[in-house]
């Protein structure tokens, strides 16, 4: 299957989806036996491994399952594409009710934008110096952009890039909610939003990213708490900086799990969400959200290359395949579903050791391992195979690394 259709002669606007999935979000109506779905990862024998497998009825059944939350919530859902780099999974999410996508890079705006998505936010600083000025106002003029800002300096660049075009550039202002990376505090929105104004942008609301939610368990309903609170202050803030009502844009996996939808706390501060991981799942959303194993649905798919020692195994599938993001409260490199009391004990590049195993393994026995960190695992990789009912039935791109503008 090809990626999203490119758009046509009507204009950016235009998105065409391919004839199964244009009943749209109905199609994704889960059945009551995807609810949790079986612990089991099945995967087709033949795989050459390492190999980033995705089950497809499980991704399809998390799309939904992310839809309906928003929509019970009342906040526009806009997954963060940078978990996938994937454009077929990118055309899934805008069918299952998506109002467009967000990324990190110029480099991947381009690569949806041409891949025919017609709304995209860059939620990250971007910087628009050099060759990234042209890069930017081309995209600006393809298709309907928003991008995050925290700094003047990064305003001027900004405005500079896009001056003259048919259209002032849309910009929403970061705010710090307590992850201590990029933002301003919720007291300095308003000064910085009045700085965009007289550049010529046009300032359309706020952002921000709870972050600290991954610093553990204890830590994700605090960390949705804090979004809140900043979201409802940089609101505020911006009442009579911007046109009608401020978009306010919240995100991050656990926490849109913590805090919206069924069971979540009423009346979020945030106008839409930006969710990137709850596409996949991983070790660390089983520990923060308490997403179930049976809602995984991708793995890496290893196989058994050596047995050196009783209740031990090693696999093929090293740094280079799983990557090396472990957060200090977990313990090992990855998890085997097959053999949930081993421990993925130590990784070099090709390599896994497996340690604990209760039941032995012989060379050559396919294990599937959930990653601790599914964004940088997939982006090591090249491709995804597709699975249903352990069977394979399709190949799809991933773009891995994106920074360049894709090929012409």
Request: net charge neutral.
């Amino acid at each position: 299957m090809d990626g999203l259709s490119a758009a046509t002669a009507g204009g950016p606007d235009r998105f065409a989806l391919p004839p199964q999935l244009e009943r749209g979000p109905d199609r994704f109506a889960l059945p009551p036996e995807l609810e949790r779905g079986p612990d089991r990862f099945a995967l087709p024998p033949e795989l050459e491994t390492p190999a980033l497998v995705v089950d497809l009825d499980r991704l399809e059944a998390n799309l939904a399952r992310m839809a309906a939350r928003a929509r019970t919530a009342g906040v526009a859902l806009r997954p963060h594409a940078k978990t996938h780099k994937c454009p077929p999974i990118g055309h899934r999410q805008l069918a299952a009710g998506a109002v467009g996508l967000t990324v990190a890079t110029l480099g991947e705006a381009e690569l949806f934008a041409a891949a025919g998505c017609p709304d995209l936010f860059i939620a990250y600083p971007l910087w628009a110096g050099g060759g990234r000025a042209a890069r930017l106002r081309r995209l600006h003029e393809r298709v309907r952009l928003r991008v995050g800002i925290d700094g003047p300096e990064a305003a001027e660049l900004l405005a500079a890039a896009t001056r003259g075009a048919a259209g002032p550039l849309p910009v929403l202002v970061e705010v710090d909610c307590g992850g201590r990376r990029t933002g301003v505090p919720v007291g300095a929105v308003a000064e910085l939003a009045a700085t965009c104004r007289r550049l010529g942008l046009e300032v359309r609301g706020a952002f921000t990213h709870p972050g600290h939610a991954y610093t553990g368990p204890d830590r994700v309903q605090a960390a949705a708490a804090d979004e809140r609170a900043a979201l409802a202050g940089a609101g505020a803030a911006l009442a009579g900086l911007v046109d009608g009502a401020p978009e306010l844009s919240g995100g991050s996996s656990p926490t849109a799990l913590a805090g919206y939808g069924p069971g979540g706390r009423a009346g979020p501060a945030a106008t839409e969400i930006r969710p990137g991981t709850y596409v996949f799942g991983d070790r660390q959303q089983m520990r923060l959200a308490g997403l179930p194993a049976g809602q995984v649905a991708l793995v890496v798919a290893a196989r058994v290359v050596s047995t050196p020692r009783p209740g031990e195994a090693v696999l093929d599938a090293g740094s280079k395949a799983l990557s090396t993001d472990r957060p200090a409260w977990l313990s090992g490199h990855g998890w085997l579903p097959d053999a949930p009391e081993a421990q993925l004990a130590a990784i070099t590049e090709e390599h896994a050791v497996v340690t604990g195993l209760a039941r032995p393994v012989q060379v050559g026995d396919l294990l599937p391992v959930i990653p601790n960190h599914v964004c940088t695992a997939v982006n090591l990789g090249r491709e995804v195979f597709v699975v249903a009912g352990g069977e394979l039935v399709d190949t799809w791109p991933v773009h891995g690394g994106v920074r360049r503008p894709p090929a012409a």
